[in-house]
């Protein structure tokens, strides 16, 4: 391939990615990008509400899946629940605790539970 087809094919991945910041409108944003793999993770706030927003690069176009999940006073079960679905849809334990705000090793013990 190309470097200018890499090129253009890298500017309309992050121009997905600052298009959805913009759209839905979110705030105290962090990004995680793995260029090697195509993927990024977003996470940001919106009415106490935590979207996390997951982009995988492939050669049709770009595929994004959503989660939301509720961020002011939520229990530890609540929490438990989240990250355990969040490992049943395949992300790993370092990507579960970038998206919620926790560490891997509270992520591993959770995932024990």
Do not use: P, W
């Not at 970038?98 to 539970?113: C, D, E, H, P, W």
């Amino acid at each position: 391939m190309s470097n200018k087809i890499v090129e253009k094919q890298s500017q309309n991945f992050l121009a997905s990615i600052n298009n959805l910041i913009s759209n839905i409108g979110l705030n105290d944003v962090k990004q995680s990008l793995d260029s090697r793999l195509g993927v990024a993770i977003l996470t940001g706030t919106k009415d106490g509400i935590q979207h996390t927003i997951t982009l995988k690069q492939q050669l049709c176009g770009v595929i994004q899946t959503t989660s939301q999940f509720v961020t002011k006073n939520i229990a530890r079960d609540t929490l438990i629940a989240q990250v355990k679905e969040l490992s049943k849809q395949g992300y790993k334990q370092q990507e579960i605790g970038f998206m919620l705000g926790i560490s891997q090793a509270t992520v591993s013990n959770y995932l024990r539970k």
